[in-house]
């Protein structure tokens, strides 16, 4: 319990004061602790950031992973829009958490950015593998254009991490952020969509004289 009362208080600290002034002595004193007992979980302050860190990237994939597998029979497009609407929805709705991975990303000393690079690394290897499943899933249903998967993957990470990036200007404007991202959201769709499958579909439908939307 102490454990992880501790690692709360670090991540509203470095969320509130930045890395350099979320010290471990007024870590302690929140929690109710002396300074030293820290050292009985934690080795060092980097230790203790670190497993902040973490703790924030598993609680992010944890949440846009239980969000995926509430539509386990959608299409691929809303499985993928899921992954950004999910993404959208932690980040504005838990600013204090959003606020301590921001300070991670863009405010950390450089003694620790190897550290911070090679978490962030893992979490995106898993990342990818839930992309794989469903873009390969695409391509198979001729729903995606039949490009290489690891093209796919990088393009909608980097849509992920420039969707993240706008948060941070507009977190203050939550209208203006969700229209930015439904625009963004049509054009990389445009652009991965196999029309050729949707003009095949068309024209099929025309023969059977069905509906196409």
Known sequence: ???????????????????????????????????????????????????????????????????IDNITNGTVKEKLYQILEAICHYHLSQPEKTTAYMKFTFFLPPTLNDEVNEMF????????????????????????????????IASFQCLMNGIFLDLLYYHHQEDKFKRRVEQTWSIYWNGIYNDHEKAAYSDECKKTNCDYK
Do not use: C, H, W
Not at 7 to 30: D, H, M, N, P
Not at 43 to 61: G, H, I, R, T, W
């Open 1 to 67: 319990m102490t454990k992880n009362k501790i690692k709360e208080v670090a991540y509203k600290q470095l969320a509130e004061k930045g890395y350099e002034r979320a010290t471990l002595s007024s870590i302690a004193k929140e929690v109710g602790i002396k300074t030293p007992s820290i050292y009985a979980f934690y080795k060092s302050k980097e230790d203790l950031f670190m497993a902040v860190y973490k703790d924030l990237l598993q609680d992010n994939y944890r949440y846009i992973k239980s969000s």
């Open 121 to 152: 690394r893992e979490i995106d290897e898993v990342f990818g593998e839930m992309l794989e499943s469903i873009f390969s899933e695409g391509i198979r249903q001729g729903v995606l254009k039949n490009q290489p998967i690891d093209d796919l």
